[in-house]
């Protein structure tokens, strides 16, 4: 694969991975169809991001709002995330599945990997949302038990994705302008780029794309 070369990588990318249910429907298939079809991209843009240095890659696989959805959806997408952790295990990968554990809709198959776990050698650190909330994610922080908050140390000391570092880019596939509750407070000072194509069709130009134009920006974090 002959490569571009880039001035700057971000070190972190959020994957939104949207548009498998308009995708199966465009193609007269039922919506729930539409996500076994994003497992394969995820795969092809996981050995894009570990070619171009990419040292972190975080998924967004289901919210806890998305288990409001019908349950045959609420059932393929629960197999589809499986499937993906599942088989990126079987890559370089240093890999931990970020969610509400407490919950039903948690897949029972994937609590081996809510601790971090390292596949060969670990060449990437990649996080996986499955049954994630925001609202959830921050009451970690904002418990009583964690009462030296004000004492210097920062929320995201405290949170369920505490491990999980600031995201430097987040591109999001399905035309959509918002975050989705993806991760905020990791995500407070990203760079945010749009695909309007849907997951399923992800191409490598998609982030090539994504990677030109983040190389553009003015990266200040406020400053």
């Given at each position: 694969?002959?490569?571009?070369?880039?001035?700057?990588?971000?070190?972190?990318?959020?994957?939104?991975?949207?548009?498998?249910?308009?995708?199966?429907?465009?193609?007269?298939l039922p919506k729930?169809?539409?996500?076994?079809?994003?497992?394969?991209?995820?795969?092809?843009?996981?050995?894009?991001?570990?070619?171009?240095g990419v040292k972190?890659?975080?998924?967004?696989?289901?919210?806890?709002?998305?288990?409001?959805?019908?349950?045959?959806?609420?059932?393929?997408?629960?197999q589809a995330c499986?499937?993906?952790?599942?088989?990126?295990?079987?890559?370089?990968?240093?890999?931990?599945?970020?969610?509400?554990?407490?919950?039903?809709?948690?897949?029972?198959?994937?609590?081996?990997?809510?601790?971090?776990?390292?596949?060969?050698?670990?060449?990437?650190?990649?996080?996986?949302?499955?049954?994630?909330?925001?609202?959830?994610?921050?009451?970690?922080?904002?418990?009583?038990?964690?009462?030296?908050?004000?004492?210097?140390?920062?929320?995201?000391?405290?949170?369920?994705?505490?491990?999980?570092?600031?995201?430097?880019?987040?591109?999001?596939?399905?035309?959509?302008?918002?975050?989705?509750?993806?991760?905020?407070?990791?995500?407070?000072?990203?760079?945010?780029?749009?695909?309007?194509?849907?997951?399923?069709?992800?191409?490598?130009?998609?982030?090539?794309?994504?990677?030109?134009?983040?190389?553009?920006?003015?990266?200040?974090?406020?400053?």
């Amino acid at each position: 694969m002959n490569l571009p070369k880039f001035k700057r990588i971000p070190n972190h990318i959020g994957i939104i991975p949207d548009g498998n249910r308009r995708w199966a429907e465009t193609r007269g298939l039922p919506k729930e169809s539409g996500y076994r079809y994003g497992i394969e991209p995820g795969l092809q843009l996981y050995r894009l991001c570990l070619a171009l240095g990419v040292k972190e890659l975080t998924f967004y696989g289901f919210t806890q709002d998305n288990t409001k959805r019908p349950a045959r959806q609420k059932k393929a997408f629960q197999q589809a995330c499986v499937e993906s952790v599942k088989r990126l295990a079987c890559c370089d990968a240093s890999l931990r599945v970020i969610g509400d554990i407490d919950s039903p809709s948690f897949p029972p198959d994937l609590l081996p990997y809510t601790e971090r776990v390292t596949f060969g050698s670990g060449l990437i650190k990649i996080n996986f949302l499955v049954n994630y909330g925001w609202q959830w994610d921050l009451r970690h922080g904002l418990s009583p038990k964690n009462e030296s908050l004000g004492e210097g140390r920062g929320i995201q000391s405290f949170i369920a994705s505490s491990d999980v570092s600031r995201i430097d880019l987040i591109i999001r596939w399905g035309g959509r302008r918002r975050l989705s509750g993806f991760l905020p407070v990791q995500s407070i000072y990203s760079d945010f780029y749009i695909i309007d194509e849907y997951w399923p069709d992800f191409k490598n130009e998609h982030l090539i794309e994504a990677l030109r134009w983040y190389e553009t920006q003015d990266i200040t974090l406020g400053g």
